[in-house]
């Protein structure tokens, strides 16, 4: 089954057809089957008077990418115009609970297809999210950085805020992974100059790059795979 995205374009999820309602499309596809954006907002349930739910979802999905889940409060929630306590407090609930039983574990992660599946939900992103995905010596799975969110190019990637966390986690190897929110998953020339100057870092700090996978909600492009690994 392939991850389906929906751009919600209703304030409240009581006014949307009811078979595009996320509830609705999780009794039917499953939870894995639904964005990012839809999750939240079946946890939101509606928006208010100012703001729609998926306004409300959008913020909080920039702030999960840009801090990490595990450094956000429930005071940093209620600084989301639109949300309130109550709310707030359930979003915190959730992310708490998803770090409790969710934990990287023993995950093995031994080609792109398994990486892949680790980062697919990032596909329906309207912008480029660098991903560093992180692996101990037997490449088991010890966590998912986000290190940029925008175009991925040489000006805006460097080498010191890549590898800052994989350091910190002691990870071995690491593969990079980014969106194409236009589904074409050709490498640019950025891209690939990009995968150069980090894969040159990470040979002198001892973490290997195996892989820099291009990916959008349908499917991915592994530079390894297609050789272009120079």
Same mark, same amino acid.
């Given at each position: 089954?392939?991850?389906?995205?929906k751009?919600?374009?209703?304030?409240?999820?009581?006014? *949307?057809?009811?078979?595009?309602?996320?509830?609705? %499309?999780?009794?039917?596809?499953?939870s894995?089957?639904?964005?990012?954006?839809?999750?939240?907002? $079946? +946890?939101? %349930?509606?928006?208010?008077?100012?703001?729609? #739910?998926?306004?409300?979802?959008?913020?909080?999905?920039? *702030?999960?990418?840009s801090?990490?889940?595990?450094?956000?409060? !429930?005071?940093?929630?209620?600084?989301?115009?639109?949300? &309130?306590?109550?709310?707030?407090?359930?979003?915190?609930?959730?992310?708490?609970?998803?770090?409790r039983?969710t934990?990287?574990?023993? %995950?093995?992660l031994?080609?792109?297809?398994a #990486?892949?599946?680790e980062?697919r939900h990032?596909?329906s %992103?309207?912008? !480029? /999210?660098?991903?560093? #995905?992180?692996?101990?010596?037997?490449?088991?799975?010890?966590?998912l950085?986000? #290190?940029?969110? &925008?175009?991925?190019?040489?000006?805006?990637? /460097?080498?010191r805020?890549?590898?800052?966390e994989?350091?910190? !986690?002691?990870?071995?190897a690491?593969?990079?992974?980014?969106?194409?929110?236009? &589904?074409?998953?050709?490498?640019?020339?950025?891209?690939?100059?990009?995968? /150069?100057? +980090?894969?040159?870092?990470?040979?002198?700090?001892?973490?290997?790059?195996?892989?820099?996978? +291009?990916?959008?909600?349908?499917?991915?492009?592994?530079? *390894?795979?297609?050789? !272009?690994? $120079?």
């Amino acid at each position: 089954m392939k991850y389906s995205y929906k751009n919600i374009d209703f304030r409240s999820i009581k006014e *949307m057809p009811s078979d595009s309602r996320p509830r609705e %499309r999780l009794q039917q596809v499953g939870s894995a089957g639904l964005s990012d954006l839809e999750l939240l907002c $079946i +946890i939101l %349930r509606s928006g208010n008077s100012l703001r729609p #739910v998926q306004d409300i979802a959008e913020d909080i999905l920039d *702030m999960i990418c840009s801090r990490g889940a595990k450094n956000i409060t !429930e005071s940093d929630l209620r600084k989301v115009p639109g949300l &309130g306590p109550a709310k707030a407090a359930g979003v915190c609930a959730c992310l708490e609970l998803g770090r409790r039983f969710t934990a990287a574990g023993n %995950r093995s992660l031994k080609d792109p297809a398994a #990486v892949f599946s680790e980062v697919r939900h990032f596909g329906s %992103r309207k912008q !480029e /999210h660098l991903i560093v #995905v992180m692996l101990n010596g037997a490449h088991e799975l010890i966590g998912l950085n986000v #290190v940029t969110i &925008g175009l991925v190019n040489r000006t805006l990637v /460097h080498p010191r805020e890549v590898f800052a966390e994989p350091l910190k !986690e002691r990870a071995t190897a690491i593969v990079l992974a980014h969106n194409h929110p236009s &589904g074409n998953l050709e490498p640019s020339s950025d891209d690939l100059e990009v995968t /150069h100057r +980090i894969r040159k870092a990470g040979m002198l700090l001892g973490i290997e790059v195996l892989d820099h996978i +291009i990916f959008s909600s349908d499917g991915y492009r592994s530079m *390894m795979e297609s050789g !272009e690994f $120079i």
